[in-house]
């Protein structure tokens, strides 16, 4: 049976280097995702950041040449484990993507439950499960009436509230956002961002923005990911997003934040 | 002080054709004119076809034709008896058996090249298109080489298995398509919520390319049930009803329309005409039925983006 109570967890980066092939695109990345917090992973694009977030679930695997050293502790366990099955890491550290992708052939509601029938699961009180997991992405009252149009009938902002949704059904101990917001308008996006910042009560959030405001009004806490032409990326700073705003240590975050590159 | 705005130019108003005009107009013209023309010959290619068949055939056209076999009747035998029923039948026959292992093959096959990244999906792609040019009698005469292999009697079974071959390149053709159309994306979010590949697949994926799919049937189908030489040389003719495809003759529309157009009597190529509509009109409803699944998909999704 499936609990409606969500629980936060701790996850953990320990020397995580990644290649394509024999092109290294990580190095030694070392970060602390702490319970209940919100981490901005900002950086010019072609930093690795996107890939980072990636190996926080294993998505990138799907890319066939991709390598990975290093360990990813969720609570102190490894997801590379090799005990450990990638569809299971993938239940409890949630992902959303750039560009809302609900089930086109799927009613809003089986969107939200999609996750339980994808991966087998089942639910004594789906009904339950659907309220909250649409309470949660706060987008119930907008849609308890027309649960079983198809979800391509959304807005935009309200399909990727929907993903949100459809993630938040699994009950995943983190949510993974890779630039949540960078195909919607700003009155979506400040909906997805007051969502942000209810959710982290709950679970622990890690989000890739390209947009440095962003980064500053939902994060708690933010690394700066850098890579240069043969150098592979890389964290920078790392810090609580006052400090990496306000007074960051290395010149090149200083560069960064204030918009002298990138 | 002047208005920026280009003058208004009167010709865009009143004629299209009277902006043909200097030698860009000229080209543009002779393009246009070009393309009409070419139209207007297949248009009319097709319509020559469709009316030579209509106007031949509707003679034989009555609803015993449709429904009764080809028993006791002879070339010379008054239209008002006999008809294509055991052909109708026949075909159907045949189509389904092929399509029972050409659907689930061309599929897999549409899924290995879409869905895999092995080295050998080139090969696959190749020999599939190969498979795509070959000649029907081909087919029928490598599966009577077969036939007098296993020193077997033909049947309606050996028709079926000379049918495969022709149908599965278009299905796994058309179904590749309709996969890879399928956006990336659907199948990341699937994974992303903790699927597994083939779960992903049954039931993101495969949904999303559902009108493709069937569309790929219909192609198939369209492709075999007219074909006429791989029958003539795996299976025997039947005057009557034979649903049983491993034993004695089957009648089919394509042997019934060379049967009776061979015979030459005025009868006889009444009756070829008539199973020949009957048989354009199966077609025609399959390829109606195609264009109205992939149709909806369109009117539903313009409905959703409202």
């Known amino acids: 049976m499936m609990t409606i109570t969500p629980v936060a967890a701790e996850l953990q980066a320990q020397d995580v280097s990644v290649w394509f092939g024999e092109r290294q695109v990580l190095k030694d990345v070392n970060l602390t995702f702490r319970a209940n917090r919100v981490t901005a992973l900002i950086g010019p694009s072609g930093c690795g950041k996107s890939t980072f977030i990636r190996t926080l679930n294993r998505m990138h695997e799907l890319i066939p040449s991709a390598g990975l050293a290093g360990a990813i502790l969720l609570d102190g366990k490894d997801i590379y484990d090799p005990s450990v099955n990638p569809v299971d890491v993938r239940m409890e550290i949630g992902m959303v993507f750039q560009k809302p992708n609900p089930f086109p052939t799927m009613s809003i509601q089986n969107n939200v439950l999609s996750g339980l029938k994808l991966s087998g699961l089942h639910s004594d009180n789906k009904e339950e499960l659907l309220e909250t997991s649409l309470k949660r992405a706060s987008m119930w009252n907008e849609v308890k009436d027309r649960l079983d149009e198809p979800a391509t009938s959304l807005s935009g902002g309200q399909q990727q509230r929907l993903c949100i949704a459809r993630s938040l059904a699994m009950n995943p101990k983190v949510l993974l956002m890779d630039e949540p917001c960078s195909a919607l308008d700003p009155g979506s996006t400040r909906r997805i961002e007051a969502t942000i910042e209810e959710l982290s009560e709950s679970m622990t959030i890690v989000i890739v923005t390209h947009n440095m405001q962003q980064a500053q009004r939902v994060s708690h806490e933010t690394a700066f990911f850098l890579a240069d032409d043969n150098v592979p990326g890389g964290v920078v700073e790392f810090g609580s997003t006052e400090q990496v705003f306000g007074q960051p240590i290395d010149p090149r975050t200083n560069d960064y934040v204030n918009g002298h590159f990138g | ?306």
């Open chain 2, 1 to 306: 002080m002047s208005d920026p705005r280009p003058a208004k130019q009167p010709w865009n108003k009143s004629s299209k054709l009277a902006s043909f005009k200097g030698l860009r107009g000229f080209s543009d013209a002779v393009l246009v004119f070009g393309s009409l023309l070419l139209a207007a010959a297949v248009f009319s290619l097709l319509l020559s076809v469709l009316w030579s068949v209509i106007s031949a055939g509707s003679g034989a056209m009555s609803a015993e034709f449709l429904y009764q076999n080809n028993r006791y009747i002879s070339t010379t035998t008054s239209l008002d008896y006999g008809g294509v029923g055991h052909a109708i039948l026949g075909t159907l026959e045949l189509v389904l058996l092929a399509t029972a292992v050409a659907l689930p093959l061309g599929l897999a096959i549409a899924v290995y090249l879409t869905q895999s990244q092995s080295k050998l999906r080139n090969l696959v792609r190749a020999i599939t298109q190969a498979l795509a040019g070959l000649p029907s009698v081909v087919s029928g005469l490598f599966v009577l080489s077969i036939i007098s292999f296993l020193d077997a009697q033909k049947s309606g079974i050996f028709g079926a298995v000379a049918l495969f071959p022709l149908m599965l390149p278009t299905v796994a053709r058309v179904a590749e398509e309709a996969l890879r159309l399928v956006p990336q994306d659907l199948r990341l979010a699937a994974l992303g919520l903790g699927a597994p590949n083939y779960r992903a697949f049954f039931q993101v994926i495969l949904p999303a390319a559902k009108t493709g799919i069937i569309t790929a049937l219909l192609l198939g189908l369209a492709r075999v049930v007219g074909e006429t030489a791989p029958l003539i040389l795996t299976i025997q003719a039947n005057e009557g009803t034979n649903l049983n495809p491993l034993e004695g003759g089957v009648a089919t529309l394509p042997t019934y329309i060379y049967g009776f157009i061979s015979a030459g009597y005025a009868s006889s190529i009444t009756r070829a005409w008539g199973a020949s509509l009957v048989l354009l009109i199966i077609v025609g409803i399959l390829f109606v039925s195609a264009r109205l699944l992939t149709g909806d998909k369109k009117k539903k999704k313009s409905k959703g983006s409202k």
